[in-house]
Nanobody, 122 residues
Framework: VQLQASGGGLVQAGGSLRLSCKASGFSLDDFAIGWFRQAPGKERELVARTRWRGGNTYVADSVKGRFNISRDSGQNTVYLQMNSLKPEDTAVYYC????????????????WGKGTQVTVSS
């Protein structure tokens, strides 16, 4: 059972990246999913979360209108599309899955993916 995050990289300000989070060993359809990020010296921040069955979607104000969370059920993968990237979006991004909910602090999450580095140059 694991989550595998990928898609990070170096991009210029204004550019786009799409992060992927592929689950193995369980179906993301049954879980709440979240994307977090952590920049050096800063606390972990919830960027977006959703639950495909019966849940609503949350996107942090800091990325609203620029980031979008989506999924490919057939691939058992969740995506974070990041557009109009800014230098302040630079961080390690993590995906998380929980059977019940994703709290804004990410406490008690069932599964974490390894982080993927996103660096936005000015």
């Amino acid at each position: 059972v694991q989550l595998q995050a990928s898609g990070g990289g170096l991009v210029q300000a204004g550019g786009s990246l799409r992060l992927s989070c592929k689950a193995s060993g369980f179906s993301l359809d049954d879980f709440a999913i979240g994307w977090f990020r952590q920049a050096p010296g800063k606390e972990r921040e919830l960027v977006a979360r959703t639950r495909w069955r019966g849940g609503n979607t949350y996107v942090a104000d800091s990325v609203k209108g620029r980031f979008n969370i989506s999924r490919d059920s057939g691939q058992n993968t969740v995506y974070l599309q990041m557009n109009s990237l800014k230098p302040e979006d630079t961080a390690v991004y993590y995906c998380a899955a929980d059977k019940v909910l994703i709290s804004s602090q990410g406490r008690g999450v069932d599964y974490w993916g390894k982080g993927t580095q996103v660096t936005v140059s000015s």
